[in-house]
């Protein structure tokens, strides 16, 4: 079992920078994949990223790459996402997950946990 919560979202202007936190409880954390997911108004939920249980690899959504961040930090249970360069679009409720399969999964079918979400609205 893992909870997740996440943190950090806010208000920012276009160009500017957040840096969302997920803190994760559980033993078994180190053993998780762990992505970012983002929902905006009226749209479905859509893949953002996801780093390995190891963090030996990332993927990243072709909208976000070069411009956000994932990492991890398996000793203090917690997962990060720099987001650089915000656009307007980027405006969404920004939900972290973890998948026991360890992968870089891209599909929220193959996620087990989900946090409750932290909205970032960016102002253009």
């Known amino acids: 079992q893992v909870q997740l919560v996440e943190s950090g979202g806010g208000l920012v202007q276009a160009g500017g920078s957040l840096r969302l936190s997920c803190a994760a409880s559980g033993s078994t954390f180190s053993r998780y994949a762990m992505g970012w997911f983002r929902q905006a108004p009226g749209k479905e939920r859509e893949f953002v990223t996801v780093i390995t249980w190891n963090g030996g690899s990332t993927y990243y959504a072709d909208s976000v790459k070069g411009r956000f961040t994932i990492s991890r930090d398996n000793a203090k249970n917690m997962v990060y996402l720099q987001m650089n360069s915000l656009k307007p679009e980027d405006t969404a409720v920004y939900y972290c997950?973890?998948?026991?399969?360890?992968?870089?999964?891209?599909?929220?079918?193959?996620?087990?946990?989900w946090g409750p979400g932290t909205q970032v609205t960016v102002s253009s």
């Open positions: 997950a973890a998948a026991a399969g360890g992968m870089a999964y891209s599909r929220q079918e193959e996620y087990d946990y």
